[in-house]
């Protein structure tokens, strides 16, 4: 049998407006992984939370760059409230003070730093060398107060330890002149660069016993800062090289055995991207939560998530900016959480292609708190379409990504509502019930991709009980 749609209901979403969804509850709790449904965190209340939404670099450190880009860190708020997203990943800039991307671009200075500037003398850039002893509290008074302004509006915030791009990329000479473990730029004789490379890269190692133990400090210093707040996840680091893992296994490690004796514990995610370490290795890191790199369809066609680890899959760590709407619906009914869709300096840039896949983070998640997430699966084997969250025989979320026509098994369930969304927009409309207990065909109610959500409904005599 084939169901159609029908009368258009407004249950949700209205076309072309933001709707805002974020801030109305903030977190019960720190976020742990589910007991029962490990594809995701739950918070202290138990409700599941499923997490999705964006990054903007300078929403920590200033880049020191001129121009009309900069935004307040109460704008992106904003701006992400209005899209309905729950999640903020707290970019820590670099781990420079002084940088730049271009050969013959200007030299940028990034601040504030970890480490106070006491002296005596003057680093590489003119200003005072670091006491890599002392840490600088504008910079730990500011990461305070934006993730606990972040927390008021309901978003959870996930603080970014290091940066390993700068490390990497950012031009010569300052990609080491800039950093503050370069011995000519800390009173400390510290000296990341034994072998005098001009390359920072040992620095994701733990090859310099005495940086990793200045390192650690620093890590308890922000867990010291943030311990009491419920919004917090822990990121170890941002695109950092493939000799990494070893290093990354280390500071979660440490986390985790410094957050044990503290009231409070949050999650750790490991992160990589196309250079960085194998999905293999994260998956059996330590860490509770993961970033894949692109391998194994994480773009185009996602895998399922199997519960090993709560996946955060990063669009920044994927593509960079690419991507669209039909991505973050893809990953969603694979069971994973889309985040990051990646703003590059700006989140007021406009095109259709960046506003569908940002309000389409925000429609999901409204759909997820909507269901009951803690009980659904992917089963890609009951949709035609490969893609269905499914807890037979109660709920059903088909995705059609090319729309036309679907069959889904509801060989178990009995009489079900069923709901057409529409992906782009998201608006629903009611369809005609349908009778489970056999393969049922349905039809997309227009061009385009769409959603289907199906609902077992009460039988006459479950209600006479009701």
């Given at each position: 049998?084939?169901a159609?749609?029908g009368?258009p209901?407004t249950?949700?979403?209205?076309?072309?407006?933001?709707?805002s969804?974020?801030g109305?509850?903030p977190?019960?709790?720190?976020?742990?992984?589910?007991?029962?449904?490990?594809?995701?965190?739950?918070?202290?209340?138990?409700?599941?939370?499923?997490?999705?939404?964006?990054?903007?670099?300078?929403v920590l450190?200033?880049?020191?760059?001129?121009?009309?880009d900069?935004?307040?860190?109460?704008?992106?708020?904003?701006?992400s409230?209005?899209?309905?997203?729950?999640?903020?990943?707290?970019?820590?800039?670099?781990?420079?003070?002084?940088f730049?991307?271009?050969?013959?671009g200007?030299?940028?200075?990034?601040?504030?730093?970890?480490?106070?500037?006491?002296?005596?003398?003057?680093?590489?850039?003119?200003?005072?060398?670091f006491?890599?002893?002392?840490f600088?509290?504008?910079?730990?008074?500011?990461l305070?107060?934006?993730?606990?302004?972040?927390?008021?509006?309901?978003?959870?915030v996930?603080?970014?330890?290091?940066?390993?791009?700068?490390?990497?990329?950012?031009?010569?000479?300052?990609?080491?002149?800039?950093?503050?473990?370069?011995?000519h730029?800390?009173?400390?004789s510290?000296?990341?660069?034994?072998?005098?490379?001009?390359?920072?890269i040992?620095l994701?190692?733990?090859r310099?016993?005495?940086?990793?133990?200045?390192?650690?400090?620093?890590v308890?210093?922000?867990?010291?800062t943030?311990?009491?707040?419920?919004?917090?996840?822990?990121?170890?680091?941002?695109?950092?090289?493939?000799?990494?893992?070893?290093?990354?296994?280390?500071?979660?490690?440490?986390?985790?055995?410094?957050?044990?004796?503290?009231?409070?514990?949050?999650?750790?995610?490991?992160s990589?991207?196309?250079?960085?370490?194998?999905?293999?290795?994260?998956?059996?890191s330590?860490?509770?939560?993961?970033?894949?790199?692109?391998?194994g369809?994480?773009r185009d066609?996602?895998p399922?998530?199997?519960?090993?680890?709560?996946?955060?899959?990063?669009?920044?760590?994927?593509?960079?900016?690419?991507?669209?709407?039909?991505?973050?619906?893809?990953?969603f009914?694979?069971?994973?959480?889309?985040?990051?869709?990646?703003?590059?300096?700006?989140?007021?840039?406009d095109?259709?292609?960046l506003?569908?896949?940002?309000?389409a983070?925000?429609?999901?998640?409204?759909?997820?708190?909507?269901?009951?997430?803690?009980?659904?699966?992917?089963?890609?084997?009951?949709?035609s379409?490969?893609?269905?969250?499914?807890?037979p025989?109660?709920?059903?979320?088909?995705?059609?990504?090319?729309g036309?026509?679907?069959?889904?098994?509801l060989?178990?369930?009995?009489?079900?509502?069923?709901?057409?969304?529409?992906?782009?927009?998201?608006?629903?409309?009611?369809?005609e019930p349908?009778?489970?207990?056999?393969?049922?065909s349905f039809?997309a109610?227009?061009?385009?991709?769409?959603?289907?959500?199906l609902?077992?409904m009460?039988?006459?005599?479950?209600?006479?009980?009701?």
């Amino acid at each position: 049998m084939a169901a159609r749609s029908g009368k258009p209901i407004t249950t949700w979403a209205i076309a072309g407006v933001l709707v805002s969804l974020a801030g109305v509850c903030p977190a019960g709790g720190p976020l742990r992984v589910h007991p029962t449904n490990p594809r995701y965190f739950t918070d202290g209340s138990g409700k599941m939370v499923y997490l999705t939404g964006f990054e903007y670099w300078d929403v920590l450190r200033d880049d020191g760059s001129p121009g009309p880009d900069a935004m307040g860190f109460t704008q992106f708020l904003d701006i992400s409230q209005r899209y309905g997203t729950n999640f903020v990943r707290l970019w820590r800039w670099n781990e420079l003070a002084r940088f730049r991307y271009s050969r013959d671009g200007e030299a940028f200075q990034s601040s504030p730093s970890v480490w106070a500037r006491t002296g005596p003398g003057n680093a590489l850039d003119g200003k005072p060398k670091f006491d890599l002893t002392k840490f600088d509290p504008v910079y730990f008074d500011r990461l305070r107060r934006r993730v606990s302004a972040a927390g008021r509006r309901g978003f959870y915030v996930s603080v970014m330890l290091f940066e390993g791009h700068s490390l990497q990329y950012s031009d010569q000479p300052w990609r080491w002149d800039g950093h503050p473990f370069n011995r000519h730029n800390n009173i400390n004789s510290l000296d990341g660069d034994p072998d005098g490379r001009g390359l920072p890269i040992d620095l994701h190692t733990l090859r310099v016993p005495a940086v990793t133990a200045v390192q650690e400090a620093y890590v308890r210093k922000v867990i010291d800062t943030l311990n009491d707040l419920d919004n917090v996840l822990y990121e170890i680091a941002n695109e950092s090289h493939p000799d990494s893992a070893d290093w990354q296994y280390h500071i979660i490690r440490c986390i985790k055995g410094y957050q044990a004796a503290k009231p409070k514990q949050h999650p750790v995610w490991m992160s990589s991207h196309g250079g960085g370490p194998a999905n293999t290795v994260l998956f059996e890191s330590p860490a509770d939560c993961i970033a894949p790199a692109p391998e194994g369809g994480y773009r185009d066609n996602p895998p399922a998530g199997d519960g090993r680890k709560v996946v955060l899959s990063d669009t920044d760590h994927l593509w960079g900016a690419p991507g669209d709407h039909v991505w973050v619906w893809k990953t969603f009914l694979r069971g994973l959480n889309p985040i990051n869709y990646m703003e590059l300096r700006d989140l007021r840039a406009d095109t259709p292609r960046l506003d569908r896949a940002r309000r389409a983070m925000g429609h999901t998640r409204r759909l997820a708190e909507r269901m009951n997430l803690a009980a659904m699966t992917p089963r890609g084997d009951l949709a035609s379409s490969g893609y269905c969250l499914a807890d037979p025989p109660n709920e059903y979320l088909v995705y059609l990504p090319e729309g036309g026509d679907v069959t889904v098994d509801l060989s178990p369930a009995g009489r079900m509502s069923t709901e057409w969304i529409n992906p782009r927009t998201g608006d629903a409309s009611a369809g005609e019930p349908t009778s489970g207990r056999s393969r049922v065909s349905f039809t997309a109610p227009g061009p385009g991709d769409w959603a289907l959500y199906l609902q077992r409904m009460p039988s006459a005599k479950e209600g006479a009980v009701q």
